[in-house]
Nanobody, 129 residues
């Protein structure tokens, strides 16, 4: 049984930082590209970032580029998202997702995760002004 569990969300003021973590089990983690996807109330899901299976390639949405860093530890089966210079518009539920073989283009509809294989329950990030 595949399990995906996020942690690290919280409430911060604008300009602050957070580190999200995602722990997985029940799958061969290194075989999958991994992504973070977010959804704000009343808005469509947005692909935030994706990392290749070997961690050599990372991709970011334009809305977060330069402010977030995705990483993974294939020995620990964990995914991370370091976020800094947070803005109120970053407020959303952040989901960790098992993508598949390759990351989608972050500007594409595919980055919203319609075909992603497994999802966590999400962790809430709230940024106040």
């Amino acid at each position: 049984q595949v399990q995906v569990m996020e942690s690290g969300g919280g409430s911060v003021q604008a300009g602050g930082s957070l580190r999200l973590s995602c722990r997985t089990s029940g799958l061969t983690f290194e075989n999958y590209a991994m992504a973070w996807v977010r959804q704000a109330p009343g808005k469509e899901r947005e692909g935030v970032s994706c990392v290749s299976r070997d961690a050599e390639r990372t991709y970011y949405a334009d809305s977060v580029k330069g402010r977030v860093t995705i990483s993974r530890d294939n020995d620990k089966n964990e995914l991370y998202l370091e976020m800094s210079s947070l803005k109120p518009e970053d407020t959303a539920t952040y989901f960790c997702a098992v993508v598949g073989v390759l990351c989608p283009r972050m500007a594409s509809v595919q980055a919203r995760g319609g075909s992603f294989k497994y999802w966590g329950q999400g962790t809430q990030v709230t940024v106040s002004s």
